[in-house]
């Protein structure tokens, strides 16, 4: 199957710092790519949608200006953390679509002190 | 709107026991497909089934079983002969209308699932 790998797999920042993480499609081309933020024994929740070329689409409540996404190209989505704080302390997933298929990456644990 | 519903927030049971975890999901569409993923304590989530809203067959796999009732809206899995390595959470999800590659997925709260020996 499909392989999309995350970096870092875990960070910790000092509070007011930003953070980038990588979402990557291995060996696919991924028009589309999701992020979702996982809160300690939560779900998961859909942050945005983010499209190859296009301004990411953000769901409700989630500050576009906070959380960065850029999708560059068919292979790769940046999540930028902006001016992080400890509430911004989580597991954050990304998901990569090729047609009719979705696939989930590692995560990333992001700790904020 | 889409919603999924794991009204069981945690299951404990013994190794060997079968366990069914429940899963009742709310669409307006006609076209959908539920899935199940199971996130050990890594975090990784791994894919067990996709099921589309026209194919209501039971699905086999190994010890995992899925039922699939569109009249009650359930879509619940079964493990059979549980194993200490079942442990983990396990999610029930639903995207919307016309899964695509640019669909989204809705997840359920979670059910976490510990095996004892």
């Known amino acids: 199957g499909a392989v999309v790998s995350q970096h870092p797999s875990w960070v910790i920042c000092k509070s007011g710092t930003s953070v980038k993480i990588e979402c990557r499609s291995l060996d696919f081309q991924a028009t589309t790519m999701f992020w979702y933020r996982q809160f300690p024994k939560q779900s998961l929740m859909l942050m945005a949608t983010?499209?190859?070329?296009?301004?990411?689409?953000?769901e409700q409540g989630v500050e576009k200006d906070k959380f960065l996404i850029n999708h560059a190209s068919l292979t790769l989505s940046t999540l930028t953390v902006t001016s992080a704080h400890p509430e911004d302390s989580s597991f954050y997933i990304c998901s990569a679509s090729e047609p009719y298929e979705q696939y989930f990456g590692p995560g990333t644990r992001l700790t904020v002190t | 709107a889409q919603k999924v519903t794991q009204a069981q927030t945690e299951i404990s049971v013994v190794e060997k026991e079968d366990v069914t975890l429940d899963c009742v999901y709310e669409?307006?569409?006609?076209?959908?497909?539920l899935f199940w993923y199971k996130q050990p304590p890594s975090g990784e989530l791994v894919f067990l089934i996709r099921r589309n809203s026209f194919d209501e067959q039971n699905e086999i796999s190994g010890r995992y079983s899925w039922n699939f009732q569109k009249s009650t809206s359930s879509f619940n899995f079964t493990i059979t002969a549980s194993q200490v390595v079942d442990s983990a959470v396990y999610f029930c999800?639903?995207?919307?209308?016309?899964?695509?590659?640019?669909?989204?997925?809705?997840f359920g709260s979670g059910t976490r699932l510990s095996i004892r020996p």
């Open positions: 983010s499209n190859e070329g296009s301004k990411a689409t953000y």
């Open positions: 999800a639903l995207s919307e209308a016309g899964y695509s590659s640019a669909s989204k997925i809705i």
């Open positions: 669409t307006r569409d006609t076209t959908y497909y």
